[in-house]
């Protein structure tokens, strides 16, 4: 039976930087798509430093409203993991869109607190790596707004970098992948079971960056950082 009905669980980020190595999460929301109804649940976090202007003009948050509104950001990020950890335990999926950034910054972030590192406890579906795989060569761009409005998925630029906006969409947009064919003319994407497709994707995901570090190395603009681990880095 195909998971395009599944109950699914999202997650996505909003944060200090594009950098996951050292950006700190700012808000956080976790919500869950069943067949009938959206549930969420957001963090808002309190900032040790100042958050950087490019970043509030992607998310609109300030530094002041965070630190005046926000919680502590170890209790914060320990609630997180918990409830991801919950979800996984459930048998539910975590959809992340570009996961390899969100869940690595989740990491970071918890092992800075003394919290340990993200244990991926269960599979990770990750649209921008099933588009990737399934229409290789399609030109502009695949970020979460462009891939809704490819898709069909009422999703507007005015909502994106919202983290309960973009989750809802990210899950709505797996659901909608769910269809594409395999290749083999006989399943979709919605047809693997959740554990193969985490393990397709680590696979889809490496092969890709390794493309794309061949065809820049023959451009002569090598690559400095061709990671290729998925879902973390």
Known sequence: MSWHHADLAGLDLETTGTDPETARVVTACIGRLDEESWTAGNWLLRQDAPIPEGAIAVHGITTEFANTHGEDPKAALAAIADEIYAHWASGRPLVVFNAPYDLTVLDRCLSREG????????????????????????????????MCAHYGIAFSADEAHGAEADTKAACMLARQLSHLATGNGRTTVGDLDFDDLHRSQATWYRDNINDFAAWAKRQGRPLDDANTDWPIR
């Open 115 to 146: 919290l340990g590192n993200l244990d991926v406890r269960g599979p990770v579906i990750d649209p921008r790596v099933i588009d990737k795989q399934f229409d290789k060569y399609r030109k502009g761009k695949r970020t979460l707004t462009d």
